[in-house]
C-alpha cells in the first residue's frame, strides 16, 4: 500500500508564497506520475499540475507562471512551489501517485492552503 503525505499548507497574504511538499512510501514499484490537485471550499478537487518520472510536466493555465511542479525520484518526493498566490488559490490541496504496474492511483489526505486579500 503507498502512503502519501502532504505537508505546508499555510495561511498567507496575497502576493506570498508558500511550497508544498508531498512524500510517497510503501511502494514496491516505481511511481510514473505524481501530481496536485486543489480542492477549492464548495467546489468540485480540480486538477493542478503533475509530472512523470522522465520529468514531463503539465500545468494548468490557471497556475502557469506562478507555480512550479519538481520531483525527487530517489526520495518519491513531489513539489509544488507557489508564488504571487491569490485568494482563489486557496484550498485543499492533494497529491496522487500513479503506478502504472498496477494501474493504481494513489492519495494523500490533504493539506491547508489558505490566501487571505
Known amino acids: 500500500q503507498v502512503q502519501l503525505v502532504e505537508s505546508g499548507g499555510d495561511l498567507v497574504q496575497a502576493g506570498g508564497s508558500l511550497s508544498l511538499s508531498c512524500a510517497a512510501s510503501g511502494s514496491s514499484f516505481s511511481i510514473d506520475t505524481m501530481g496536485w490537485y486543489r480542492q477549492p471550499p464548495g467546489k468540485r478537487r480540480e486538477f493542478i499540475a503533475r509530472?512523470?518520472?522522465?520529468?514531463?510536466?503539465r500545468l494548468v493555465n490557471p497556475v502557469e507562471g506562478r507555480f512550479t511542479i519538481s520531483r525527487d525520484n530517489a526520495k518519491n518526493t513531489v513539489y509544488l512551489q507557489m508564488v504571487s498566490l491569490k485568494p482563489e488559490d486557496t484550498g485543499v490541496y492533494y497529491c496522487?501517485?500513479?503506478?502504472?504496474?498496477?494501474?493504481?492511483?494513489?492519495w494523500g489526505q490533504g493539506t491547508q492552503v489558505t490566501v487571505s486579500s
Open positions: 496522487n501517485a500513479y503506478l502504472m504496474d498496477l494501474n493504481t492511483t494513489y
Open positions: 509530472i512523470t518520472s522522465g520529468g514531463g510536466i
